[in-house]
Nanobody
Framework: QVQLVESGGGLVQAGGSLRLACAAS????????MGWFRQAPGKERERVAA????????LYANSVKGRFTISRDNAKNTVYLQMNRLKPEDTAVYYC???????????WGRGTQVTVSS
């Protein structure tokens, strides 16, 4: 059974940092792109970062560019999201997902809550 498990969320003050991790099991995802998404209450889910299977192409939402860094360790089947200079507007549930079909993310984790206090 394919499973993605996010970890590393929590409560942090504005300006602080968190590092999220997404561990995949049941399948090797080294050949697939991976993405981090977030959804805040009352808002649509947005993709904040994406990385291709080899890490050669990385994309960021404008709202996090320069503050967040996505990376992956294919040997560990894990993708990371380093979040620095966090803002209250970064508060959301963060999800990782696999781009198993080009342009589509069909495998999702359950999410991890990130709360940034002002």
């Amino acid at each position: 059974q394919v499973q993605l498990v996010e970890s590393g969320g929590g409560l942090v003050q504005a300006g602080g940092s968190l590092r999220l991790a997404c561990a995949a099991s049941g399948r090797t995802f080294s050949s697939y792109g991976m993405g981090w998404f977030r959804q805040a209450p009352g808002k649509e889910r947005e993709r904040v970062a994406a990385i291709t299977w080899g890490g050669g192409t990385i994309l960021y939402a404008n709202s996090v560019k320069g503050r967040f860094t996505i990376s992956r360790d294919n040997a560990k089947n894990t993708v990371y999201l380093q979040m620095n200079r966090l803002k209250p507007e970064d508060t959301a549930v963060y999800y990782c997902a696999v781009e198993d079909v080009p342009g589509h993310y069909n495998i999702w984790g359950r999410g991890t809550q990130v709360t940034v206090s002002s």
